[in-house]
């Protein structure tokens, strides 16, 4: 019962520590998308591929 009660809890009320996980997620997921890409690549910088 106190599980249950804890998850709908932290559900409704995010704490600062869910938020900072998911701010982390979400600069660990664009590092691993830049390091995917080469440094040149025409994706990335179309003004440089265009001159």
């Given at each position: 019962?106190?599980?249950?009660?804890?998850?709908?809890?932290?559900?409704?009320?995010?704490?600062?520590?869910?938020?900072?996980?998911?701010?982390?997620?979400?600069?660990?997921?664009?590092?691993?998308?830049?390091?995917?890409?080469?440094?040149?690549?025409?994706?990335?910088?179309?003004?440089?591929?265009s001159?």
């Open positions: 019962m106190n599980q249950i009660h804890h998850r709908q809890f932290s559900l409704s009320v995010p704490t600062r520590r869910s938020i900072y996980l998911h701010c982390k997620e979400t600069q660990e997921w664009l590092q691993a998308n830049m390091n995917f890409w080469p440094p040149k690549s025409p994706d990335l910088n179309p003004l440089n591929y001159v």
